[in-house]
């Protein structure tokens, strides 16, 4: 029995108290209703035969973007040793204003379907956890919808600690991503009828309203503004943000399919998606991607510039840029030797789209250099004001956010990517 009084009797104020009782019994409820979830699985034969002993859930729990997670062990009888399942557990239990702005009842269905069928379908085991049952409702009944994966923690793998990934980070991630999107090539030439009605099974969502367009236009802005001084750049920057002036609309654009070289790609393609294993010296060997909610039939260069423009430093860039784009097509090729293109076909569509990366580095790579992550959240600024949020957008993380995506744009620029991109037809 919980013994209230000791637990509560620290807090100041009633309000306090009675927000913690209510939290605390809804964490209870939804401890058995996991419990039950897990007991009926057993039965069924979902982890082998045996029965239910117990559920033990670990007190180290992470929070992703959008699903709740629990890691629990599930003890299971069979003969003279026990089995254990340590267990990744996913739920929707975001509230309302978040679930809304952020479709999130399509971005669960979207990785159920991901883990249940598409996955197994493309052979990618070896870069994902291990699944065990899932189910999407579709917001119908929320508290239905549930995710069940292995923890790979115990396996050895975990996220980077880092604010960005290292070299040896970046060359796994990118040869891993490489023979994910291989699978999707391989998929395409042997089995393209049942590929094909696979990739319908994924809702396209790019988060957000006209509301929330305000507050990305200043995030966008910050970058370039600071270029906008040398008068030879400043016609092209300047349609450049002419272009972005509608940014769900330039994203949905550039995230379009275009064949031959459109896969099944991740999405969310950043560090806090992927799980990496580390030698005895500390430097990545192998990885496994997680959080497949934004997966869609799309261009994977996508995923690259997602990865490297959000999760590189720029001296990493200017340095190993070009290698780094031949270790992901090297994981393309060991998968399937003939993606339909070239290498050079590759580079001058990469070279279109790369602006892309530009996106969730304006967002997320300011999120990160605040020094208050908690108040910068989705959910806090799903509450404010639209006066209110752009102004927080475009002063977050201060003027060491606003000289990264400087970098980040810098780097495009000199690349010849951004004029690409206005001569491009999305």
């Known amino acids: 029995e919980l013994d209230e009084e000791r637990v509560f009797s620290g807090l100041e104020s009633s309000s306090d108290v009675s927000d913690i009782r209510v939290e605390t019994r809804r964490s209870q409820r939804n401890m058995d209703k996991l419990d039950n979830v897990l007991k009926e699985l057993v039965a069924s034969g979902v982890f082998g035969p045996g029965r239910f002993s117990y559920v033990k859930v670990n007190s180290n729990n992470e929070s992703q973007l959008y699903p709740d997670i629990t890691y629990c062990d599930v003890g299971i009888e069979h003969g003279p040793v ?17 679930r809304k702005v952020m479709e999130t009842d399509k971005l669960f269905s979207n990785e159920v379907a991901m883990y249940k069928v598409i996955l197994p379908f493309l052979k990618a085991d070896d870069l994902t956890p291990r699944f065990f049952h899932g189910r999407s409702t579709m917001g119908a009944e929320l508290k239905k919808d549930i995710l069940i994966l292995e923890d790979e923690r115990p396996l050895g793998f975990t996220k980077s600690k880092g604010l960005y990934l290292d070299y040896h980070e970046i060359v796994v991630a990118l040869r891993n991503l490489g023979k994910f999107h291989g699978y999707s090539y391989r998929a395409k030439n042997f ?3 049942m590929f094909s009605s696979l ?7 790019i988060p957000g309203d006209e509301h929330w367009d305000v507050a990305w236009r200043c995030a966008l802005e910050r970058g370039v503004r600071p270029l906008m001084g040398r008068a030879d750049d400043r016609s ?6 002419n272009r972005l002036y509608d940014p769900r609309k330039a ?16 999405g969310e393609c950043h560090k806090e998606n992927i799980l990496f294993h580390y030698n005895e010296k500390g430097n ?3 990885s496994v991607f997680i959080d497949f909610q934004m997966s ?39 998968i399937e030797p003939n993606p339909g293109f070239t290498y050079e076909q590759f580079l001058d569509n990469f070279s279109r789209r790369a602006i892309y990366g530009y996106f969730p580095s304006s967002l997320f790579l300011t999120r990160a250099l605040s020094n208050d992550p908690k108040g910068d959240s989705t959910e806090s600024l799903a509450k404010m004001s639209v006066e209110d949020r752009a102004r927080k957008v475009a002063n977050m993380g201060g003027s060491e956010a606003t000289n990264m995506l400087s970098k980040v744009v810098k780097h495009l620029l000199d690349r010849g990517y951004l004029e690409k991109y206005l ?4």
């Open 82 to 98: 026990p089995k254990t399942h340590q267990l990744t557990v996913k739920t929707q239990q975001r509230p309302e204003c978040v």
């Open 191 to 193: 089995h393209s009828h």
């Open 199 to 205: 990739t319908g099974m994924l809702q396209a969502s």
């Open 236 to 241: 092209l920057l300047q349609q450049v943000l």
């Open 251 to 266: 994203m949905k654009n550039l995230r379009t399919p275009r064949e031959p070289f459109a896969v099944i790609y991740h």
């Open 284 to 286: 990545a060997t192998d």
């Open 296 to 334: 869609l039939y799309c261009d994977p260069s996508i995923d690259i510039v997602y990865l490297l423009y959000l999760n590189t430093t720029p001296d990493v860039r200017d340095k190993h840029w070009d290698e780094f784009l031949k270790i992901y097509w090297k994981g393309v090729i060991s």
């Open 423 to 426: 001569h491009s037809e999305f």
